[in-house]
């Protein structure tokens, strides 16, 4: 069975512009997470998405953005760049939500 | 609102020895638990998680973890590590009334010396 799918594995991108990163979950899983993970700050929950739907979101900015297709996979949208988003970012995915969650291997952002 | 902290950073021990990384944890409600495990360059994957039951939880890898509620804690425990077992773990926490949004803690990063 395929595990979580994260593309692009890197990114580079200039201030201000936008970046799209795209997540596919684990086949019959339904939630889908996004996580920051700038170093030195641990994981940092961004998002959360259920049955297509933005369930709840963590503390970013609002240029911070996604949504979830009828396919249940993801796509994180960060609109007007900078220095500091750049990080690894997490997708992860559950059969439910508070259920196990499966990561995938992450995309690296870099904002230069 | 939910908080987690894991009160090492960083854990040093030699291979065979027992280890123990500590986790706290805050919530008015009731919580699950979970310890995830990031190994160099790879994702996280979970070693273990307390939804309810014993408190005591046995997970992949030899590792266990105890949940105390009155000292809301977590500690993840093993008693002889490897030198595989060098990496970052993270403690985590969701809330049963908001399961879908987890908190992590800053992660300790375990290493292994022979």
């Known amino acids: 069975e395929a595990g979580v799918t994260q593309s692009p594995t890197h990114l580079i991108k200039t201030r201000g512009q936008q970046a799209t990163l795209r997540c596919s979950p684990i086949s019959g899983h339904t939630s889908v997470y996004w996580y920051q993970q700038a170093l030195g700050l641990g994981l940092q929950f961004l998002l959360w998405y259920d049955e297509g739907e933005e369930r709840n979101r963590g503390n970013f900015p609002p240029r911070f953005s996604g949504r979830q297709f009828p396919n249940y996979s993801s796509e994180l949208n960060v609109n007007a760049l900078e220095l500091e988003d750049s990080a690894l970012y997490l997708c992860?995915?559950?059969?439910?939500?508070?259920?196990?969650?499966?990561f995938g291997p992450g995309t690296r952002l870099t904002v230069l | 609102a939910q908080s987690v902290t894991q009160l090492d950073s960083q854990v040093p021990v030699f291979e065979e020895a027992p280890v123990e990384l500590r986790c706290n944890y805050s919530?008015?409600?009731?919580?699950?638990l979970f310890w995830y495990v990031q190994y160099p360059n790879q994702g996280l994957q979970l070693l273990l998680k307390y939804l309810s039951g014993s408190t005591l939880v046995k997970g992949i890898n030899g590792f266990e973890a105890e949940f105390n509620k009155s000292q809301t804690s977590f500690h993840l425990r093993k008693p002889s590590v490897h030198i595989s077992d060098t990496a970052e773990y993270f403690c985590a926490v969701s809330e049963w009334t908001n399961a879908g949004k987890s908190t992590f803690g800053d992660g300790t990063t375990l290493t292994v010396k022979p």
């Open positions: 919530s008015s409600v009731s919580v699950y």
């Open positions: 992860a995915s559950s059969l439910a939500p508070g259920d196990t969650q499966y």
